[in-house]
């Protein structure tokens, strides 16, 4: 995946927006942090279910997925964009999205 097609696929999302979060562009869905790509190691910023979550998926795929000291502590993974699974990483995000977007937004986009 390059960043271009990362930039396509979360703004795919209904009320997500570049922005920036503590100096560094990022993406935002209904004005709260969604993601970003970290130009440092062209990885972008995955929320998952747990901690326990995290540890799993970087001992599955460790060219893939790690963690830096900043993200301990949090249910983040990074995600190497040039292995990550586009399948993944957008149910990954959209699971994300949902926690973030109005449930009138959600229930419209999904069809709920």
Not at 3 to 15: D, G, I, K, Q, R
Not at 24 to 35: D, Y
Not at 45 to 67: C, G, I, K, N, Q
Not at 86 to 96: C, D, F, I, Q, Y
Request: aromatic share 10%.
């Amino acid at each position: 995946m390059t960043p271009a097609e990362l930039h396509t696929l979360v703004l795919a999302f209904p009320e997500t927006e570049t922005g920036t979060t503590h100096g560094w562009p990022s993406f935002k869905a209904a004005g709260k942090f969604f993601t970003r790509l970290r130009p440092e190691d062209d990885s972008v910023v995955v929320y998952v279910d747990s901690e326990d979550h995290r540890d799993m998926l970087m001992e599955a795929e460790p060219e893939t997925f790690h963690v830096t000291d900043h993200y301990r502590g949090y249910p983040i993974v990074l995600a190497r964009l040039a292995t990550v699974d586009p399948v993944w990483l957008r149910g990954a995000l959209e699971k994300r999205w949902l926690k973030l977007v109005p449930k009138r937004v959600s229930k419209a986009s999904t069809g709920a």
